[in-house]
């Protein structure tokens, strides 16, 4: 969305030769890195516990403190995928469907391939336009409008345990953003999906409401309520497992690693340099267990601690994004809660500030892995991506707080 904004403003720009230069296309890939980063300060990995820390103890945050934990958070985020560009954008290839999708419309807009580039955008103004048609009419509710295409369409006469389908949230969406999100990802990520949509609302929901375990009312809120625990487990061992399969990859970036201390960065080849996320973490690390302690009172040592998690969340965080363009952090943050709940039982706000660390930085680890997709694909610098996610916490923090 930032980047057809981008296009068209200086397009408008250009005509009225208010500007000089046409805005070029790795320019507008680095705007969007800008964009996406200040749109992700929204997010629930980031700003949710903020609301809820607000309903427990009853008192809101100051404007101040609030800027320097979310701007922090964010930062750590972006440092921590430093590590894992290589891997899973170079060598794993993972879809990062978003990513894609970005670097497709960039391409069309700025007409990279002559003619192949209008064919391009002429495909995305006649998807643009259905797109817009079948929202229009799902969502519209105009007393003209003799008939509404509903967001869902119900299945009544199928039932679970003597309930309709459609109370398991087992329906049909009318929307086509799924559509695309599945075209780009493959049929082997959007099956996987599937089934486990299946398994979980079609099988288990049913058997558990059966016995009590699921409230009557049901719906998706009730159903995940008991699931999320569950997927929450799956999802991170077999995140981290995939990442251990590929042990001699970890091999190498733990020695880049150690030769970024010695001075020896991967400088050559166009990457970020492993030093930059030494120095990162080494630097905005220290800053997040201080404003854990010093806001929440939160024990230094556990602090630190919610810095590791956070590390191995930011990776099964990423692979899932890569994989699905789905990015679990509040699945992913309820690992953190867990393990909290038994370090120190009771205290509320440790358990949900450190969930709001790992979230967040597993959010914009992520984030940033989307964006050095789109740059990966259109042959961008990483480097300047790295600097406009920085640039984008900023501007994103700014308005986010207010």
């Known amino acids: 969305t930032a980047g057809i904004l981008a296009f068209a403003i200086f397009a ?3 005509k009225l030769k208010l500007v000089k230069d046409e805005f070029g296309m790795l320019e507008n890939n680095a705007m969007q890195s800008v964009a996406s980063a200040a749109g992700y300060m929204t997010g629930g990995g980031t700003v949710a516990a903020i609301p809820a820390l607000m309903m427990i103890t009853g008192e809101p945050m100051a404007a101040w403190p609030m800027f ?10 972006v440092v921590m995928a430093i590590p894992m ?10 879809r990062f469907p978003t990513g894609i999708a970005a670097a497709e419309t960039l391409r069309a807009l700025h007409g990279e391939e ?15 336009g259905i797109g817009a048609v079948v929202g229009f009419w799902r969502d519209a509710h105009a007393n003209w409008i003799p008939w509404n295409l509903p967001e869902k369409i119900k299945i009544p006469f199928l ?6 389908l459609s109370d398991y949230t087992i329906s049909f969406e009318g929307s086509l953003i799924m559509l695309g999100a599945g ?3 493959g049929f082997r990520a959007a099956w996987s999906m599937l089934l486990g949509a299946l398994v979980n609302f079609g099988l288990l929901a049913p058997w558990l409401y059966a016995r009590g375990v699921i409230p009557a009312k049901l719906g998706y809120k009730n159903i995940v309520g008991w699931s999320v625990w569950f997927g929450s487990a799956c999802l991170l061992t077999s995140g981290l497992l995939a990442f251990a399969m590929e042990w001699r990859t970890v091999s190498r970036a733990v020695k880049s690693l150690a030769g970024a201390f010695r001075g020896k ?4 080849d166009g990457e970020v340099p492993m030093l930059w996320f030494v120095v990162g973490v080494a630097a905005i690390a220290p800053v997040v267990v201080f404003l854990e302690w010093f806001l929440f009172a939160i024990k230094p040592w556990m602090g630190l601690l919610s810095i590791v998690l956070g590390f191995f969340i930011a990776i099964v965080a990423c692979r899932a994004t890569g994989e699905t363009d789905t990015t679990p952090t509040g699945a992913l943050g309820k ?3 867990v393990t909290f709940g038994a370090l120190d039982p009771g205290n509320v706000t440790t358990n949900l500030m450190t969930a709001n660390v790992t979230g967040g930085v597993g959010l914009h680890a992520a984030d940033l892995l989307t964006d050095l997709k789109s740059g990966y694909l259109l042959k961008a610098d990483p480097k300047q991506q790295f600097w406009a996610q920085f640039f984008g916490v900023v501007a994103g923090s700014v308005f986010v707080v207010p």
Do not use: H, V, Y
Not at 85 to 94: A, F, R, V, Y
Not at 114 to 128: E, N, P, S
Not at 159 to 164: D, E, H, M, V
């Open 159 to 164: 039932t679970l345990a003597g309930r309709p």
């Open 85 to 94: 560009k290589q891997q899973m954008i170079n060598i794993e290839q993972l």
């Open 265 to 268: 960065t991967q400088q050559d």
């Open 12 to 14: 408008a720009l250009l």
């Open 183 to 185: 075209a780009i990802m």
């Open 335 to 337: 690992i953190t809660q």
């Open 114 to 128: 002559g003619a192949g580039g209008r064919g391009k955008a002429g495909m995305l103004a006649w998807g643009g």
């Open 68 to 77: 320097f934990w979310i701007t922090s958070i964010a930062m750590l985020g």
